[in-house]
């Protein structure tokens, strides 16, 4: 199957800095990309859709200026919570579909963003 | 608007037993269903999927699932639990007509729990 990693895998930041995530397909061609956030022992909760080389689609209620998403090539896909504070902790997923997987979504491993 | 309901928080099973874990959806259309299953700080590993075929699905870790569509539902099973099965498992569905790219709809998750 296709294989899907995140980096990082683990992240502690002050209030106020800027986080990057990087999201990449390691062994195929992922045209799309999702965003998902995950409160503990809760279900998922879709941020974005990523299309590479388009601007991401944003569900209902995300800041689009506060997670900001790039798509720019077909491996790679990141996402930048901006100015974090405290309530923007929470475990990051991503996952990826492309490469001729039809009908299935690969996920990433997670990141574990804390914010103090 | 597609929905997916897990209607158990929790199931205890003892090691040896059967275990079900039930999902229920509504789509219109023809539903693309799967299951995830999450281990705690990780990101989610494809169980199985129903697309089309055959109404019951044998996917990883001798997990099978049974597809209905007169009750609409897409329950999770196994005919003997293993304690390592313990952790949490997502029904999720896909619109069809999104095509490739699109949504995954998840249930609120369930956790699983195999005592020896």
């Known amino acids: 199957g296709a294989v899907v990693s995140q980096h990082p895998s683990r992240v502690i930041c002050k209030s106020g800095t800027s986080v990057k995530i990087e999201c990449r397909s390691l062994?195929?061609?992922?045209?799309?990309m999702f965003w998902y956030r995950q409160f503990p022992k809760q279900s998922l909760m879709l941020m974005a859709t990523s299309n590479e080389g388009s601007k991401a689609t944003y569900e209902q209620g995300v800041e689009k200026d506060k997670f900001l998403i790039n798509h720019a090539s077909l491996t790679l896909s990141t996402l930048t919570v901006t100015s974090a504070h405290p309530e923007d902790s929470s475990f990051y997923i991503c996952?990826?579909?492309?490469?001729?997987?039809?009908?299935?979504?690969?996920f990433g491993p997670g990141t574990r963003l804390t914010v103090l | 608007a597609q929905s997916v309901a897990q209607p158990e928080d929790q199931v205890n099973v003892a090691e040896g037993n059967p275990l079900t874990v039930k999902c229920t959806y509504s789509?219109?259309?023809?539903?693309?269903l799967f299951w995830y299953v999450q281990y705690p700080n990780r990101g989610l590993q494809f169980l199985l999927k129903y697309i089309t075929g055959d109404n019951l699905v044998k996917g990883s870790y001798g997990f099978e699932a049974e597809f209905n569509k007169s009750q609409t539902s897409f329950h999770l099973k196994k005919p003997s639990a293993l304690v390592s099965d313990s952790a949490l498992y997502f029904c999720a569905v896909r619109d069809p007509t999104t095509g490739q790219g699109g949504k995954l709809i998840f249930g609120q998750g369930t956790e699983l729990s195999v005592k020896p």
């Open positions: 789509v219109s259309g023809n539903p693309y």
């Open positions: 996952s990826a579909v492309g490469g001729g997987y039809y009908n299935e979504q690969f």
């Open positions: 062994d195929f061609q992922a045209t799309t």
